[in-house]
């Protein structure tokens, strides 16, 4: 029958996970994540300033830092979806989880790191016109993205860590 309450649903949507597993990470989650740090990036420029402080910048160092670390994130995914889901080799059971964990952890950190930068890059938005706040626009701008990056691998981490579904399994 059609219009019943799972009509529209996926098939196993609804399912709750065997025991022992990990559900994906929500991209809900994560954009709401990322809206509290821009809240909090704003938040924090508004409340230094106030206060006769100098706002934090973001230095071109931590761009670097920050792109060296969404490389690692993208080689470590490519790799184990290399290992787990092309050759289909096994791995240790305790390296899995950690891989699985750095990527949640990454899009976790990715996402708020996202929104704290975009926060500070619309604090000084207003005064683009003069080169200092141009400045720090762009460089939270920039770090916003590769904040970006940063979240896109660790879920890319997460994916290539799934178990793939053995095809002698399906009736």
Not at 101 to 117: D, E, M, P, R, W
Request: proline letters at 7%; hydrophobic letters at 50%; a positive charge.
């Amino acid at each position: 029958m059609s219009g019943g309450p799972d009509a529209g649903r996926a098939p196993g949507a609804g399912k709750e996970p065997p025991p022992g597993s990990v559900r994906p990470t929500s991209k809900r989650l994560l954009v709401a994540i990322a809206v509290l740090g821009a809240a909090i990036g704003v938040t924090i420029v508004q409340v230094v300033e106030s206060g006769g402080g100098v706002a934090p910048t973001v230095s071109w160092l931590s761009l670097v830092a920050w792109a060296f670390l969404a490389a690692l994130l993208f080689a470590a995914a490519r790799n184990t979806h290399q290992r787990i889901q092309v050759k289909r080799e096994r791995i240790e059971p305790a390296r899995a989880v950690f891989l699985l964990l750095i990527g949640k952890a990454s899009a976790f950190v990715g996402a708020l790191c996202t929104g704290v930068y975009a926060g500070f890059a619309l604090s000084f938005v207003d005064a683009v016109s003069s080169s200092g706040p141009r400045n720090r626009v762009i460089a939270a701008g920039v770090a916003a993205v590769i904040s970006v990056l940063v979240v896109t691998a660790g879920l890319l981490l997460e994916r290539a860590c799934r178990i793939p579904e053995d095809p002698d399994e399906n009736p």
